[in-house]
């Protein structure tokens, strides 16, 4: 998956189409994401001895990975994501997350 928690996406298909948020929670085996803003459901809680007039919550609900791409640093606009090998200055390599688009790190 090559989106992780802390990228600002984009939502590019489904009833939130267009919305901007960050990614919140990253569920990988499910190759779905929680994006703040998108999806919102209303969860309506029974009332109790602690809560006697009951509730209603907004949770965040995941959506597919596959409907949101990461938005670019520089250009603002959504992008596809490569992988580029650096080489540090004591010689190891380092797999890094870049642009498509402008070649621009993501990390």
């Known amino acids: 998956m090559k989106i992780k928690k802390g990228d600002k996406v984009r939502v590019i298909s489904g009833s939130d189409k267009g919305k901007e948020g960050i990614v919140q929670k990253v569920f990988p085996k499910l190759n779905k994401v929680v994006v703040e803003g998108v999806n919102v459901h209303k969860k309506h809680k029974k009332p109790t001895q602690n809560v006697p007039q009951g509730d209603i919550l907004e949770i965040y609900v ?32 380092v797999k890094v997350r870049v642009s498509k688009a402008s070649g621009n790190k993501l990390d």
Do not use: F, L, Q
């Open 62 to 93: 995941p959506i597919d990975a596959s409907n949101v791409m990461v938005i670019d640093p520089k250009t603002k606009k959504p992008t596809k994501v490569g992988y580029k090998t650096e080489t540090k200055k004591d010689g190891s390599k």
